[in-house]
């Protein structure tokens, strides 16, 4: 008897230690002791906030030695297909917790690594949704080039690139649709993907690239050079992103993808709010309808202090403690972060 009971002492150790490593814990731990010392507050803080924020919650409170890897893949490839870079990040860095786990004897076998061809394959053929796309980081720089730039391809580009739009929504902006008093520039459900009308809060620079667009034309904010009463032909933005930057991005990539990443990395932006920012369909209608009620205020904040970033200027704390940020996960500051 008192054999057994010993023995179910020992089981009952082992569930409880079990119990308290999970991979949320073991991540933290690892993070303290690894990464904190080794790298800038900015990047440290970066690092376990992009674990935070992708694994799913039934997997980041899991025990460590019971996550397998098809359940691991399925939540990086999500992550992947939306965002390919910050996939890439979240899978090297659960890689490093599971190494570092199997090394202390918490787990048998490492996931992370287990995982990284079948993310390439999962991922790699949908080329609908992983586009190039410049690093956030690069974007001030590209800016700053793109606006010695004259001409009407530029400006399209650069507001597209504020506004988070798709290429059919910027060519095809129409004055009827701009509301200066409301700096908002309501697109029609037509262009849009999801078939819905869409309002795109305006930034500061945005407001003066439709400014310096005014008698152009009077129906079309970014007309065609032709100067045919046509919008600006689909390939032109693309054209103007070639001759600054080659292949390194497409127009898609540069106006959203950037935009999507430097949100989630640096501005810590709550997933429904850059959601509501890039127009992306909630299946949820009363959901949806509730997000497009609440969330303008918060976009409106969330878009200009991408412009600040873009153009170069350090955000204002007033913009940078925005109701758009989640908060366990401080902003980044556009100076620190360059």
């Given at each position: ?35 904190e ?38 939540a ?5 297909v ?51 796309a ?17 001409g ?6 650069e ?24 700096r ?10 999801a ?12 407001i ?26 689909n ?68 878009l200009?202090a ?21 908060p ?11």
């Amino acid at each position: 008897m008192r054999s057994a009971a010993r023995k179910a002492e020992v089981e009952r150790k082992v569930e409880v230690r079990r119990e308290r490593t999970t991979l949320a814990r073991v991540a933290r731990a690892y993070h303290e002791r690894v990464i904190e010392p080794r790298r800038t507050w900015i990047h440290s803080r970066e690092w376990i906030a992009s674990l935070e924020r992708h694994v799913p919650s039934e997997l980041w409170h899991k025990p460590i030695d019971r996550i397998e890897a098809p359940e691991l893949l399925d939540a990086v490839a999500k992550v992947t297909v939306k965002y390919p870079e910050t996939g890439r990040r979240v899978r090297q860095r659960l890689e490093l917790v599971f190494a570092d786990a199997e090394f202390r004897k918490l787990c048998a076998g490492n996931p992370g690594r287990a995982i990284r061809e079948k993310v390439r394959e999962q991922c790699g053929g949908r080329t609908t949704r992983c586009y190039k796309a410049l690093g956030y980081r690069e974007v001030p720089v590209f800016v700053a080039r793109l606006r010695a730039v004259p001409g009407i391809s530029a400006r399209a580009l650069e507001f597209g690139l504020l506004t988070a739009a798709r290429t059919a929504e910027i060519v095809g902006a129409r004055w009827a649709e701009i509301d200066f008093a409301s700096r908002t520039w309501t697109v029609p459900a037509e262009p849009m993907k999801a078939r819905e009308i869409h309002t795109v809060p305006l930034s500061d620079r945005a407001i003066e690239i439709l400014e310096s667009q005014l008698g152009i034309n009077t129906r079309y904010v970014f007309p065609s050079v032709r100067g045919k009463g046509t919008p600006l032909s689909n390939m032109a933005m693309l054209e103007c992103l070639r001759r600054l930057v080659g292949g390194q991005t497409t127009v898609h990539g540069l106006c959203r993808a950037s935009f999507a990443t430097w949100a989630y990395e640096a501005a810590g932006a709550r997933e429904e709010i850059v959601e509501a920012c890039l127009a992306h369909k909630e299946t949820d209608r009363v959901k949806a309808a509730y997000d497009r009620s609440q969330h303008h205020a918060a976009r409106r904040r969330l878009l200009q202090a991408w412009a600040d970033f873009v153009n170069g200027k350090a955000p204002m704390p007033n913009v940078i403690e925005g109701d758009f940020r989640s908060p366990r996960e401080p902003a980044l500051s556009a100076t620190a972060e360059r």
